[in-house]
């Protein structure tokens, strides 16, 4: 069993930059893919970004990158998100997820375990 904490979400103007984190309980945190997923208002849950288990890996929505970098410290139990560059269209609710693969995992069904979500509201 895992659990997610996500913190660092906020009210941000455009073009400013936030980092979330999400802490999560658990030895085996090293043997967990990790993702970070956005659901906007009205809109479907999507992909942010993902990380292998070793952090060897990366996946990024189009819409996110060059912007947005997604890492992990597995002796710290923890997988950030750094957003820069922030537009008024990331403004959602970010949820940490954690899934027993061990690659990249896009797809949300590939994931076991979910945080309870932090909001990231950009200002025009």
């Known amino acids: 069993q895992v659990q997610l904490v996500e913190s660092g979400g906020g009210l941000v103007q455009g073009g400013g930059s936030l980092r979330l984190s999400c802490a999560a309980s658990?030895?085996?945190?090293?043997?967990?893919?990790m993702g970070w997923f956005r659901q906007a208002p009205g809109k479907e849950r999507e992909i942010v970004a993902s990380?292998?288990?070793?952090?060897?890996?990366?996946y990024y929505a189009d819409s996110v990158k060059g912007r947005f970098t997604i890492s992990r410290d597995n002796a710290k139990n923890t997988v950030h998100l750094q957003m820069n560059s922030l537009k008024p269209e990331d403004t959602a609710v970010y949820y940490c997820a954690a899934s027993r693969k061990l690659g990249v995992v896009i797809g949300s069904t590939g994931y076991n375990y979910w945080g309870q979500g932090t909001q990231v509201t950009v200002s025009s």
């Open positions: 990380i292998s288990w070793t952090g060897g890996n990366t």
């Open positions: 658990g030895r085996t945190f090293s043997s967990y893919a």
